[in-house]
């Protein structure tokens, strides 16, 4: 997946994204109609949806491990259903840390792993099947949301409260999976996630839906030790430039950056240039959780190499009203359960 462009993120459309225009107005079109197609399957147990509007990060992965610890202490057995995209695995198949690796599973895959049960499944109605026979009552499908082949209980979209939806134009004009009208329709919950105004027209218009908005808080933690370490930070993650601006508000030393697009699969080449440039300057490296497991999977010693050497920013999603979201998933499983 190469780097999302800078001109999806403008507030007004750009020359390029209205030369684009007629393209996205057709891929609109065709996600559209997907989303909007009938389910192909319904899972023997509920399904909450983590989604976004947009293509590129907006924290699904923490904020699915923070959905999963709450869900545990209601008492619920939760199960995480991925698609597990940058690996090779089609599935359905139980992540397994000791067997599987990034390259096999894909990075997420490998992060919800270390947090609970996790099935990777490129047909979704497949891993609902896997999911259910490992004796979990609700899965936790992270992204799918634009896919409509298994039907979802709750469709819980999360939202950067500083970038929003950028130009609001579909790909490959703008950031948008789908139109937004469509998509709105399919939300069942809104997701706030950070400061900022940049959500502010997302949130009039789930609004208008009577949706009142959540909202939650990636919280980054990392040595206080290593405020004094000279850092080479890099990330291939939807928004590396977030990870890197987060690495120095925190007080780290970040004397050189690299970014990669997102699920980057790293060179031999892009490896040794890393290297070289952190003993030009006596830096060390600062990576995202998931870079590291994608480094990890990798075939290459190399790779494995600059594992070993890398610190870690990692971030927790803190989730706020967390009464009322327990509340809103609650009344849908009952809901599911009358209907039944």
Known sequence: ???????????????????????????????????????VGISK?????????????????????????????????????????????????????????????????MLLAEVGPTVVSSDRVEGAVTA????????????????ASLQKDLSIVLVDADRGIGNGQCLPGGPLRAPMDIQMVKTDLLMVVGKGEGANTVVR?????????????????????LSDVPFLAFAGIGQPDKFFRTAEELGLTVRQTQAFPDHHVFSDKEIQELFERA??????????AKDL????????????????QCRVLDVRMEIGEVESLIAAIQGQIKQRAFSN
């Open 45 to 109: 147990i509920p399904v909450l949806c983590i989604g976004n509007f947009v293509v590129g990060g907006t924290g699904k992965t923490p904020f699915a491990i923070s959905l999963y610890e709450l869900l545990k202490k209601e008492g619920f057995s939760p199960i995480f259903l991925l698609r597990g995209y940058g690996g090779t695995q089609k599935g359905p198949v139980l992540v397994s840390r000791s067997n599987h690796t990034a390259a096999d599973v894909g990075d997420e895959a």
């Open 132 to 147: 259910r026979g490992l004796d979990a009552d609700i899965i936790i499908m992270d992204d799918g949301f634009q896919n």
């Open 205 to 225: 218009r789930a609004a208008r839906r009577g949706l009142k908005p959540f909202h939650s808080q990636l919280t980054p933690t990392i040595d206080r030790k």
């Open 1 to 39: 997946m190469r780097k999302a462009p800078e001109f999806w993120w403008d507030n007004k459309p750009s020359a390029l994204s209205l030369l684009l225009y007629p393209l996205s107005q057709i891929y609109g079109r065709i996600a559209g109609r997907r989303m909007l197609a009938p389910p």
């Open 293 to 308: 497991a994608r480094l990890k999977g990798m075939k290459s010693e190399r790779a494995r190499q600059l594992a070993g």
């Open 279 to 288: 003993r030009n300057e006596s830096l060390q490296f600062l990576t995202t």
